[in-house]
């Protein structure tokens, strides 16, 4: 079964650090997104990135935000200046075509301190 | 503000029984409906996509949507102790094509 592969698995860092999460898509998924649940909290949509460009962000996805595909497998969250509530699951989603579920890789801990 | 609403639960049945788990949502047009299982400190884990008014089964799963009371249902026959998780339900909001999420009902299947 291909899977969507999340690394770290868990991160911790000094606040105003910068973090970058990496994701390894599924190979023949078109979208790709970044969510994220913070503790006893729902699954909160970051940015969604669709032909080498982002296609749909939310209010969260501010300047702090940045994503890249640097090459043909890869998708990169970088966060700059972290701060305490960015602590956070992070989690990186594939899918091959618009509208379909998503697979979810096994999520980054991201914990600032 | 669109949103997905879930009773937060617990809601607790015994191993065997039927579990049902609903869903509403505020958006007259969304299109897509997705039922994830997660289970404490992992991913969500697709299990059930329905996109039509009806029923749709999958084994032990059926989803149940109605667009009129826009209304998404999730029921789980033969329940057992393993399918004990959090149930996420998700939307896809009219718009877009990301997916919006209910903050989950937990579900806890007793032996």
């Known amino acids: 079964e291909p899977e969507v592969t999340q690394t770290p698995s868990h991160q911790v860092t000094q606040m105003g650090q910068e973090v970058i999460l990496r994701c390894v898509p599924i190979s023949n998924h078109l979208y790709f997104y970044w969510y994220r649940q913070i503790l006893g909290q729902k699954v909160e949509f970051l940015v969604s990135?669709?032909?080498?460009?982002?296609?749909?962000k939310s209010e969260i996805f501010d300047d702090q935000f940045s994503v890249e595909r640097p090459d043909g497998s890869n998708f990169t969250l970088k966060i700059r200046s972290t701060k305490l509530e960015d602590s956070a699951m992070y989690f990186c989603?594939?899918?091959?075509?618009?509208?379909?579920?998503?697979?979810f890789g096994s999520g980054t801990r991201l914990t600032v301190v | 503000q669109k949103e997905v609403e879930q009773n937060s639960g617990p809601l607790s049945v015994p191993e065997g029984a039927i579990a049902s788990l609903n869903c509403t949502y505020s958006?007259?047009?969304?299109?897509?409906f997705f039922w994830y299982r997660q289970y404490s400190g992992k991913s969500p884990e697709l299990i059930m996509s329905i996109y039509s008014n009806g029923d749709k089964e999958d084994g032990r799963f059926t989803a149940q949507l109605n667009k009129a009371s826009q209304y998404v249902s999730l029921l789980i026959r033969d329940s057992q102790p393993s399918d004990s998780a959090t149930y996420l339900c998700?939307?896809?909001?009219?718009?877009?094509?990301?997916?919006?999420f209910g903050k989950g009902t937990m579900l806890l299947v007793s032996p």
């Open positions: 998700a939307v896809g909001l009219s718009g877009y094509s990301t997916l919006t």
């Open positions: 989603a594939s899918s091959r075509r618009d509208r379909d579920g998503y697979t």
């Open positions: 990135f669709y032909n080498n460009e982002i296609s749909e």
């Open positions: 958006d007259r047009g969304s299109q897509s």
